[in-house]
């Protein structure tokens, strides 16, 4: 969790930019160029696929467990559909993360020559 910990502060901002507006392509773009780049430097450091997916898996149980903090912390009705869109976006946004990081993962691997 360690390394993770240097993208953190991107990937919140990423995500922050996307729970603001989910609909923006330039806010999706980036996001996607730091989930490749994501993937580029962990098969650099040498990591294998199962453990680029656990990291990104151990942040959404985090993020999820935030999430769940704020909505029962809510006055105004968080747990209604503004809760569920929040839910929704965070769920896709790391899925995404995930697709991309292990796109760019094997990418790498292959002009590389390096198994993955």
Partial sequence: MVQLKDHIPQLLDDLCRTLEDAFNQEVKDRARWRAAMHGQIRWEERYDISQLVREISDLRTVLIG???????????????????????????????????????????????????
């Fill in 66 to 116: 935030h999430l769940s903090q704020f909505q029962d912390a809510r006055i105004t009705n968080f747990n209604g559909e503004l809760g569920l869109f929040a839910m929704v976006v965070l769920h896709a946004f790391l899925d995404r993360v995930i697709r991309i990081s292990v796109e760019q993962f094997i990418a790498t691997s292959n002009t590389t020559g390096r198994p993955g």
